[in-house]
């Protein structure tokens, strides 16, 4: 089974890049055709899609954020990342990765096989 698990800064300050790594064991990113997935959650709000990595290299964003998104990936660490620029205090939910078989971008948990256990990122001077 698939594991993933996110790291990155708890507390970033507004204006600056939010930088989150997925690291994945039990499986390699550039295989078994899946979607690498950015997933987010508001305090007191609903699943929302940031944005995924194929295994082939293909990029996806979300339109509302895809102008300060950025996906990349590590093949070599098994890892790929997440940048954010322009933090705002809007930017302070829990962030997961998650892998699907497909590109789902509805943020739904059922669209998703596996998921990382989640880490809070807070925005604040």
């Known amino acids: 089974q698939v594991q993933l698990q996110e790291s990155g800064p708890g507390l970033v300050k507004p204006s600056q890049t939010l930088s989150l790594t997925c690291t994945v064991s039990?499986?390699?990113?550039?295989?078994?055709?899946?979607?690498w997935n950015w997933i987010r959650q508001p305090p007191g709000k609903g699943l929302e899609w940031v944005g995924a990595?194929?295994?082939?290299?293909?990029?996806y964003y979300s339109p509302s954020l895809k102008s300060r998104t950025s996906i990349s990936r590590d093949t070599p660490k098994n890892q790929f990342t997440l940048r954010l620029d322009s933090v705002t205090p809007e930017d302070t939910p829990v962030y997961y990765c998650?892998?699907?078989?497909?590109?789902?971008?509805?943020?739904?948990?059922?669209?998703?096989?596996?998921w990382g256990q989640g880490t809070q990122v807070t925005v604040s001077s």
């Open positions: 039990g499986g390699s990113i550039t295989t078994n055709y899946y979607y």
């Open positions: 990595i194929h295994y082939s290299g293909s990029i």
């Open positions: 998650a892998s699907s078989n497909a590109l789902q971008t509805s943020g739904w948990g059922r669209d998703y096989d596996d």
